[in-house]
């Protein structure tokens, strides 16, 4: 009984009436059930008469025949309805709507023919009409008197909504099944004619009584197929469209060849025997998908990594803050100077960006000199696990904090492949319990997060850092750029990018990421915003490590060696209270130095430790204040500076040994001189020499006597050597100022 209602589609399979029936109205006040019939009627009934179907063979393709008509009423008693929805002979079905877009002119069709039917979509009218009637003909004659629409097309529009629903939808114009956008029309032999405009020949030939034929015939079924089969003979990625027009007509319509000493040589076609660049360009375009036709002018690699559709999002699958991280490094869009001499200039760093998944927050960073590897790969974890604090104090910046609580070590590291098949690397994940996972060769967009987020930074210090470049500016190509423009020290640029990360940290939409929950719990939509919540509410992830650990651990580790004058690394010299205390300096000044275990920060000279032997924890050593370098200086800049002067140090060792020679020049000159002098002396003296200590008192008397008188120039020295003595003192100066 309850299908029984305005519009329900039924489908009944007793014998006496079976088929596809719509439900216009029931009518339990007269007992009847007006139907109409969407099957077609049985094959004991007749058929509606008319024009035979045509018997032509000709070829040519034709358009579907529309569908039939529609909507006679049919009056079914109701009880013999009821009776046969209780045998379970009468059920409700459902008829799903195609879907398709409408066009412009689509769109003004429907809303005129909406407005014609208007009768039709008023309940009310339609019930009304039909249980006075038994059928629609006033309804009919009401539009046509208006003058909306003409009695057939009425019917037909009828016929729709009795097919598809009593709803204005039904009314929906089908322009896309006309057979118009899409479909085929080939220009096979006895068919259809090739459309479009006529050359100007045939037009002159017309014009004089004459019917040409085109020189160029239209696409053919045959033509379409191989051209479809020869394209998809050419690997992909596929050739520019010339080529792979001229590959297209060499392989599948060139069929005339010449034997030519037994080798077959193909042969010139003839116009109108091939199809011509736009005709293949027409097929190629219209028969291969865009997408695949993308898919196959680039590589697979390309496509997956810059074309393909995402498929999900960075925190798929990550629990909450803190538990996956992404690690990645990129050569720096800017040029720094040494921190030793700023008129050095020591090129473009190297950055490691450690990016959380789920909060898209920066945890850590870490700037080098090195190649990218998994050493220094290990100092931006440390960077980003150990104390903020520390890493401020090893770099000698004001810390600014922008995530609480403070990153701790993750549970999964997502690096690169070169570092992650590194046997340091495993040997790391095995004592820090870390699972280390990388993406394929060549698929940065499967890591794009922390990829973004070298582009942000380099965007920034494009605006803002003087000598910074921008790698993107397609101009850059045209333009040389000026490194001596750089202002920037290994220190300095650390501190800058501090600063801009802390800054993307609590300023970066992250609205997106707020679900109902979130807004209400007054989330800030920020990744530190993200990152505080997350912890928060318990979905965070921390891990406890002392710092020794992460010391040991992550840290490079070297050997130092205990001196008389305090404990040397790399020739610079720490010291600390507790080394004070146990003597360690009197101990190898009477006994002889020994060597020990340090850990250093590639990024700052200031700190080493060393294992407190017999305690437990570390020693933190101190750079001492006699040091021959600054705390603010890195452990490479302090290495070059000593390799430059291992460099200059043949020059040094040439000018000194310029003034060696001479100085020992100048020492047999003056003792030649004094010899003859003395020789002479001796020759022309007769008599008797007085004692040593007479000649002595002698001496000191007349050097008294001398310099109380103004001292006269000796004009005796060869001024040219004095010269050359001073100039090379300026030499050695000048070299030892340099290597310091």
């Known amino acids: ?127 009304s009409s039909i249980l006075i009637s038994g059928n629609i003909g006033s309804l009919v004659k009401a539009v ?36 118009a956008p899409g479909k085929h029309r080939p220009c096979d032999v006895n068919g259809r004619q090739k459309a479009g405009r006529k050359t100007d020949r045939q037009r002159t030939a017309r014009a004089t009584g004459q019917n040409l034929p085109p020189s160029q015939p239209g696409m053919s079924t045959d033509w379409r197929a191989r051209i479809m089969m020869a394209d998809k003979k050419i690997a992909c990625p596929k050739p520019k469209f010339p080529d792979r027009y001229t590959q297209i007509i060499n392989s599948h319509f060139v069929t005339r060849f010449k034997d030519e000493n037994g080798v077959l040589v193909p042969g010139e076609p003839t116009q109108g025997e091939y199809p011509n660049l736009d005709q293949v360009r027409r097929v190629l375009m219209t028969d291969v998908p865009r997408l695949k036709s993308l898919f196959e002018s680039t590589t697979a690699g390309h496509f997956a990594r810059s074309l393909r559709g995402l498929l999900f999002k960075n925190w798929k699958r990550v629990p909450g803050p803190g538990h996956t991280w992404g690690m990645d490094s990129t050569i720096g869009d800017v040029y720094l100077r040494s921190s030793i001499n700023r008129a050095w200039i020591i090129g473009r760093p190297i950055v490691y960006v450690i990016v959380d998944y789920w909060s898209t927050a920066v945890v850590g960073f870490y700037v080098c000199l090195a190649g990218p590897s998994w050493d220094m790969a290990k100092l931006g974890l440390f960077s980003a696990a150990a104390d903020p604090l520390l890493v401020a104090d090893l770099w000698q910046y004001e810390p600014m904090q922008s995530l609480f609580p403070t990153p701790t070590l993750p549970v999964v590291v997502l690096t690169d492949r070169g570092e992650y098949l590194s046997l340091a690397a495993k040997l790391t994940s095995f004592q820090l319990k870390l699972l280390m996972s990388y993406t ?9 997060l922390v990829e973004v987020l070298h582009r942000i930074k380099k965007d920034k210090q494009y605006h803002w850092v003087p000598g910074a470049i921008d790698a993107r500016k397609k101009e850059f190509e045209l333009r040389r750029f000026n490194p001596h423009e750089a202002v920037f020290t290994i220190r300095e640029y650390v501190e800058y990018l501090q600063i801009i990360f802390a800054e993307y940290n609590l300023t970066a939409d992250r609205s997106q990421r707020l679900d109902p929950h979130m807004i209400a719990a007054g989330v800030t939509p920020t990744p530190a915003g993200l990152w505080r919540w997350g912890h928060e509410v318990g979905i965070g992830t921390r891990r406890a490590f002392s710092q020794s650990d992460l010391i040991t651990t992550l840290l490079p580790q070297n050997t130092a060696r205990v001196t ?49 032997m017999g305690k437990s924890g570390l020693l933190d050593l101190r750079l001492s204040e006699q040091a021959r370098a600054s705390k603010e200086q890195t452990l490479d800049e302090v290495l070059d500076a000593f390799m430059y002067r291992n460099a200059s140090k043949a020059d040094i060792e040439h000018a000194t040994t310029l003034l060696k020679l001479a100085a020992a020049q100048r020492v047999a000159k003056l003792v030649a001189g004094a010899k003859e002098q003395t020789q002479n002396a001796v020759d022309k003296y007769d008599g008797e020499s007085p004692p040593i200590a007479e000649s002595r008192t002698m001496e000191q008397q007349q050097h008294s006597d001398t310099t109380a008188q103004p001292k006269t120039p000796d004009t005796s020295s060869d001024e040219s050597d004095e010269a050359y003595v001073r100039m090379m003192r300026d030499v050695i100066a000048k070299a030892t100022r340099g290597a310091t």
């Open 564 to 612: 008389r004058s305090g404990v040397n690394f790399c020739g610079l010299t720490y010291e600390s209270d507790a080394v004070s205390e146990a003597q360690w300096t009197a101990y190898a000044r009477n006994f002889g130095g020994w060597n020990i275990e340090a850990h250093h920060f590639p990024g700052s000279v200031s700190r080493i430790w060393t294992p407190n």
């Open 144 to 179: 046509v008197n208006v003058g909306a629409l003409a009695a057939p097309t009425v019917y037909k529009l009828w016929s729709l909504m009795c097919r598809y629903g009593f709803t204005a939808e039904s009314l929906m114009p089908r322009i896309n099944r006309c057979g």
């Open 440 to 448: 394929p060769p060549y698929r940065p967009d499967l890591k794009g």
């Open 1 to 127: 009984m309850g299908v029984l209602i305005h519009n329900q589609l039924i489908q009944i399979t007793s014998s006496e009436l079976v088929g596809v029936f719509r439900v216009v109205f029931d009518f339990p006040s007269i007992g009847k059930t007006s139907l109409v019939r969407l099957s077609p009627p049985p094959p004991d009934q007749p058929e509606r008469r008319g024009r035979a179907k045509s018997t032509s063979t000709s070829t040519r393709s034709k358009k579907p025949p529309p569908l039939p008509l529609v909507g006679t009423l049919l009056w079914a008693n109701r009880e013999d309805l009821l009776s046969l929805e209780s045998a379970k002979l009468l059920v409700p079905i459902e008829l799903e709507r195609d879907q398709f877009n409408i066009s412009e002119a689509s769109k003004k069709l429907y809303e005129e023919r909406v407005s014609a039917m208007a009768p039709f979509l008023d309940f009310d009218q339609l019930r």
